[in-house]
């Protein structure tokens, strides 16, 4: 059964830095696509950015480009999403995804998702 792990929230000031992680576990091959969403509250859960396997192609929501990078390390089978100038706005619940078809540029089709881990950015 594969799970996924998020870590790495937290409570920062404005401009400040975190850096998320997820591992996956319980299948022997990493996913093609990873990616990370977000749910602020009262609010639809969004894409943020989501990487590909081959290649590290990488795409990111236009309110989080230039500040928000996003890695993996296929043999460890784990993703990262490292954030930096955190705004009061990018509070929100983080979720780590995966899928096994479609490409790292479509932000539909993701069976698998972790529980989610808190960052709250205070102003």
């Known amino acids: 059964q594969v799970q996924l792990a998020e870590s790495g929230g937290g409570l920062v000031q404005a401009g400040g830095s975190l850096r998320l992680s997820c591992a996956a576990s319980?299948?022997?091959?990493?996913?093609?696509?990873m990616g990370w969403f977000r749910q602020a509250p009262g609010k639809e859960r969004e894409f943020v950015a989501s990487?590909?396997?081959?290649?590290?192609?990488?795409y990111y929501a236009g309110s989080v480009k230039d500040r928000f990078t996003i890695s993996r390390d296929n043999a460890k089978n784990m993703v990262s999403l490292l954030m930096d100038r955190l705004k009061p706005e990018d509070t929100a619940v983080y979720y780590c995804?995966?899928?096994?078809?479609?490409?790292?540029?479509?932000?539909?089709?993701?069976?698998?998702w972790g529980q989610g881990t808190q960052v709250t950015v205070s102003s």
């Open positions: 990487i590909s396997r081959i290649g590290g192609a990488s």
């Open positions: 995804a995966a899928k096994w078809s479609g490409d790292a540029a479509d932000r539909q089709g993701y069976g698998y």
């Open positions: 319980g299948r022997t091959f990493s996913f093609p696509t």
